[in-house]
């Protein structure tokens, strides 16, 4: 039997990864996982009424593109969060991000560029889906170091020219995931003025944009919409799995240009598995609501309290703007997971899992990272071990 080559040389995915490092061995004590990106704080309650009210819905094919409400809600919750106006024509509901962030390279990267083979550019670390969507258009990744150094944002302007020329989409993640990087609006300028010289798309995983400490971070739209960039270069991503909590519900939206949001739609008609019609309604009164969403962050800017309050003496030790991470530095990311484990009990994630190693240097192999969904005081408990253990 043949096998496509594209994908031979994909690292196990973290979370397997993981459990071959750990599983061997013992915890060293009370279990608490604080690997995966999954929130456990409470959705609204009205989502179950919602769901009772239209089970009936189940019994009926969902509509592609979303439905009229739904699309209707994001446009209401994008002029309201961004002072930005996007017509249902520009919006697309999604079955989650993640598949969304996979199926737009498919709907718009070219063939070729310029002749040639096209680039796709990713922050490195970076959401693993970015490389495999790469990878599955023939398109060329390049990871590109998202660290200390470059404020945990990846610096496209600083690349050689000929691979700017060849690039065709750029992924960037803003609030960032493992950093909690925040693209402030300089950076979105930058950004939409290299991608116009070089002609490339920027696709914008905003989904923690509501996860934030202080200030609500600049989103890509409402910049683009500022400095009137073409909104067809423009592809934003946003998700309920963080802001209400509905990791399961598997619902969020991209947001660009009529003629992309076009080919996404057509592609999708084709191949795509379109939210079902009871949980798009769900969607459309959670968009809506925003009382969740302050009482959530603010459960999270709890969970940073304790986290300042817990490193407060850690030289290097910085509050991330945003997201629900702490990406903390260690000699040795996996030795650092092990040694958690076998010690404590406590399960991270070594930061290399969620990079690529360049030119001999891996950015993330000196980090873990530390996911804050669990409750507080398991939270408290979980971050004075990896203190004691990690930097005692
Ligand atoms: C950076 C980033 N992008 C996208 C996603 C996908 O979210 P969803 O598919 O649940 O919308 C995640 C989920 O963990 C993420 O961390």
Redesign the pocket.
């Known amino acids: 039997m043949q096998y496509p080559e594209r994908f031979s040389n994909l690292p196990a995915y973290a979370f397997p990864r993981l459990r071959s490092l750990l599983d061997a061995h013992a915890p060293g004590g009370e279990p608490l996982a604080m690997t995966i990106?999954e929130p456990q704080h409470p959705f609204p309650g009205f989502v179950t009424t919602i769901l009772n009210e239209y089970v009936s819905e189940f019994a009926r094919y969902p509509v592609n593109e979303g439905t009229e409400g739904l699309l209707e809600a994001i446009s209401g919750w994008l002029g309201r969060r961004y002072g930005v106006e996007v017509g249902p024509e520009r919006l697309m509901a999604l079955n989650?991000?993640?598949e969304g962030?996979y199926n737009a390279a498919h709907a718009l990267c070219p063939e070729l560029k310029g002749g040639r083979q096209p680039v796709v550019l990713t922050p490195n670390p970076f959401?693993q889906v970015y490389a495999v969507a790469a990878l599955s258009v023939g398109a060329e990744p390049v990871y590109v170091r998202a660290t200390k150094e470059t404020g945990h944002l990846p610096d496209y302007a600083g690349l050689p020219r000929d691979i700017l020329d060849r690039t065709a989409l750029a992924y960037i993640?803003s609030p960032a995931?493992p950093q909690g990087a925040v693209a402030s609006r300089d950076y979105w300028r930058d950004l939409l003025a290299l991608a116009e010289r070089h002609d490339f798309r920027v696709l914008a995983?905003e989904?923690y944009s509501e996860i934030y400490r202080d200030a609500p971070p600049p989103g890509i739209l409402d910049v683009a919409a500022e400095i009137g960039a073409d909104p067809e270069r423009v592809v934003a991503f946003h998700?309920l799995?963080k802001r209400s909590n509905l990791?399961g519900l598997r619902s969020?939206f991209v947001a660009s240009g009529p003629e992309s949001i076009r080919r996404i739609r057509q592609l999708r008609a084709y191949a795509g598995a379109p939210l079902p019609l009871p949980l798009q309604r769900v969607a459309e009164k959670v968009w809506d609501n925003e009382d969740h969403v302050v009482e959530n962050r603010a459960l999270y800017a709890e969970k940073y309290d304790i986290a300042d309050q817990v490193f407060d003496n850690l030289p290097g030790y910085v509050t991330p703007p945003a997201g629900f991470f702490l990406w903390l530095r260690v000699a040795d990311g996996e030795a650092a997971a092990l040694r958690l484990w076998t010690e404590t009990g406590i399960r991270v994630l070594p930061g290399a899992y969620l990079s690529r190693e360049v030119g001999g240097e891996n950015p993330g192999a000196g980090y873990i990272r530390v996911a804050m969904v669990a409750p507080r005081e398991e939270v408290q408990r979980g971050l004075s071990l990896i203190r004691d253990c990690l930097y005692g």
Request: charged share 15%.
């Open positions: 990106g989650g991000t993640r962030l959401y993640c995931n995983d989904c998700s799995s990791p969020g």
